[in-house]
Each structure stands twice: as C-alpha cells, then as structure tokens.
C-alpha cells in the first residue's frame, strides 16, 4: 500500500513541479476577459466610424444649403435631408448611418444671423440627433446601454446662390 500511495503522491508532486501546461491554463483564465475587452475596442471604433460619417454628411448638406436662396424652399430641404441621410440628392441610396432608419432620427436646418463689427451675417445651421446602432448590440444591452444617441452640429456662412 505505501508504494501506491508514493507512486500516486510522487505524480501528483510531479504534476505540480512541471510548467509545461501554466500558460495554457493561464490563457484559458485571461480569454473570455480579452475577448471582451477586443469587443469593446471593436464597437467603440464602430461608433467613432458613424460619428465621424454623421459630421462630414451634416458638412455636405450646410454646404448645400449655405449656396442656396433664403428662406430655404421646401424642395431643397428634402434634398438636403437626402444628401445628408443617403448621400445622394433623390434619396435612392442606402442610409450612411444605419441609425436614420429609426423614427427617433431627427435632422433640423435653421438659418441664423451673427453680428461682427456691426455687420450682419447668416448662418445656416444642421441639427442631427441619430441613435447609434452598435455592431454587437446585444454586448451594449447586457452592459445597461439600450440606448446611445449620436448628436452633431454644423454651422455655415450663407454665401447665397
């Protein structure tokens, strides 16, 4: 009996004494929280994509509107809303965000005026509220974030037609 249990006592030390398996077991451990972590790294690079898309449509359709009549007809605010929403002036592509399919997408074009030294100039200003449509969205929902709103802003001198 006492060579069994030497036997049985000695692989068990031996077992503990070698290396060979520590940085499988490790990784094994370290995985699931890399994999999180890249995931993480992944969508918030997703949303600065979408955000950086929103910005520079928003600058196309001020550009457009800064070159047009004031008021702003009617006509020319849909094609603005195509050209920021679609990136084309008859709407006929698809959405550049995702986020403008959703009813709670808002995107506003208001005309101001701004005073420097005694002169007077307009300025056409576009609005967006977009909800962001996460690449893993149900990693965000597990986390508590059902719900994150892109907003962005851009202002234009009016330079007129």
């Given at each position: 009996m006492s060579n069994f249990l030497n036997s049985a006592f000695g692989g068990a030390k031996a077992a503990f004494d070698c290396r060979r398996a520590v940085a499988a077991v490790e990784f094994a451990l370290l995985a699931?929280?890399?994999?999180l972590v890249m995931v993480g790294i992944?969508?918030?690079g997703y949303f600065l994509n979408?955000?950086?898309?929103l910005?520079?449509?928003?600058r196309v359709g001020a550009m457009l509107a800064a070159r047009s009549?004031?008021?702003i007809p009617n006509s020319l605010q849909t094609t603005i809303n195509n050209l920021v929403k679609t990136g084309t002036t008859d709407g006929s592509g698809e959405f550049i965000i995702p986020g403008w399919s959703h009813a709670d997408a808002d995107l506003s074009v208001a005309t101001s005026t701004f005073s420097s030294g005694g002169t007077d100039f307009k300025v056409?200003?576009?609005v967006a509220s977009v909800p962001y449509e996460a690449y893993f969205s149900g990693f965000l929902q597990t986390y508590g974030f059902n719900t994150?709103?892109?907003?962005?802003a851009h202002e234009q001198a009016f330079v007129g037609d």
């Open positions: 699931p929280l890399l994999a992944f969508d918030f979408q955000s950086n898309d910005t520079k449509s928003l009549s004031l008021p056409i200003r576009l994150i709103t892109m907003n962005a």
